[in-house]
């Protein structure tokens, strides 16, 4: 069982880390505030995810 929640959660978290990257991309920063964003999503997905919430571009 805990197996199987863990890769329901995992997977869900992946999505959302996808998602988080998507709005990234499709968002009027620039270039180079686009290029940070996805690096830190990457490195750090649940710090990364976190401060984009917090901090990231907003439309």
Not at 31 to 51: E, N, S, T, Y
């Amino acid at each position: 069982m805990d197996l199987q929640v863990g890769g329901i959660l995992g997977l869900i978290w992946l999505i959302i880390v996808i998602w988080a990257i998507i709005k990234v991309a499709n968002s009027p920063a620039g270039g180079g505030a686009k290029i940070l964003w996805i690096l830190i999503l990457l490195l750090f997905p649940v710090l990364g995810l976190l401060i984009w919430f917090l901090l990231g571009p907003k439309s």
